[in-house]
């Protein structure tokens, strides 16, 4: 045993669990990165302080300075406590739609929150917008702008996927994960190519993004929609370009409820929607590779902040979750 220098050092070298149920369904290895094991429950902490530490290497944040940041809740859930670890203070836009449990835990920290209607990307009032905006009007601002800035898939080529590498022995055939930013999947896939150009990077894109028909056909264009926080993409965001996506499935909110459902009642594990999409993707990667493989994915979050939504059975009824 050793002990951590600060808590921001907490940050990454999560554990890698074998996950039975999707293992023995399929006759694979299916092995979930648990990023909730994070100081702030989810996989966004890494993001959050590589673009910190990025801005304060540029020069642009100053002591006492703030960080703007419009989200689903968990990069700004990582901004908060990276800040409040180095002496910042944090302005978070949040669309109205997410989890309760998110907007409590921000308040909790001490973050400004700011909660915008939901929004088409092309409105004024999206998150992403107007958390630029309040970047722009406020002084000793800057804004993390986690789409378009690249110090987010960094976090996962040198954090994320040489641990996975390490903790796999160098013996993986596959990974996949569903998009928000595309950070991780392709700061995943680019570090794992790095090691090993054959390993088989998937995207498993949730109803209602256009990347799956980006990948597939080379036309972004989203049918249907999900519930799921977090992920979701209609662009190829600066954080995507050059990702080696080898191949993609299209992942329903109600297959990644299912494993969400098992996971919990047989394994122990409370998890988010979106991990439950990435796992379901795992079994459909698994199906694809063919038995005997070695396969990973990410466990985005914890379930404990969806407790008013995804764990309520009133909820999921009115979203058609059975
Ligand atoms: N799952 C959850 C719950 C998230 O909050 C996010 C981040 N938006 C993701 C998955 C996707 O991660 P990324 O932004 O790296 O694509």
Do not use: D, L, S
């Given at each position: 045993m050793h002990t951590t220098p600060d808590t921001l050092a907490l940050i990454g070298n999560t554990p890698l669990v074998r996950l039975r149920g999707p293992s023995e369904a399929t006759g694979c290895d299916i092995f979930g990165k648990?990023?909730?094991?994070?100081p702030g429950a989810s996989v966004k902490d890494r993001a959050a302080l590589f673009i910190v530490e990025d801005a304060e290497q540029r020069g642009m944040l100053q002591p006492g300075g703030t960080i703007v940041e419009g989200t689903a809740g968990n990069t700004g859930i990582g901004l908060a406590l990276v800040a409040n670890a180095k002496g910042y203070k944090t302005i978070i836009v949040m669309p109205e739609t997410q989890s309760r449990e998110k907007m409590d835990t921000l308040r909790a920290l001490g973050a400004e929150l700011v909660l915008v209607p939901a929004a088409a990307f092309s409105s004024p009032c999206h998150f992403v917008h107007t958390s630029r905006r309040i970047a722009d009007e406020t002084p000793g601002a800057i804004w993390a702008n986690q789409f378009d800035n690249t110090a987010n898939r960094r976090a996962h080529i040198v954090g994320t996927a040489e641990e996975i590498w390490a903790q796999m022995d160098g013996r993986i055939d596959g990974f996949t994960c569903a998009a928000g930013t595309g950070g991780t999947i392709a700061g995943v896939g680019l570090g794992l190519k790095a090691k090993d150009e054959a390993v088989c990077i998937a995207l498993s894109d949730p109803h209602g993004a256009a990347l799956y028909n980006y990948y597939a056909h080379g036309e972004l264009k989203s049918e249907g929609s999900s519930v799921a926080e977090g992920i979701g993409q209609g662009r190829i965001t600066a954080n995507l370009e050059g990702a080696p996506i080898d191949t993609q499935f299209r992942i329903s909110d109600q297959e990644g409820y299912a494993w969400v459902r098992r996971l919990l009642d047989e394994e122990g594990l409370c998890l988010g929607l979106s991990s439950g999409i990435n796992v379901a993707g795992a079994v459909a990667l698994a199906k694809h590779l063919g038995p005997g493989k070695r396969i990973a994915t990410i466990l985005c979050d914890t379930g404990f902040r969806y407790l008013s939504t995804l764990y309520d059975p009133e909820w999921r009824q009115a979203k058609g979750l059975a």
């Open positions: 648990c990023e909730y094991a994070n």
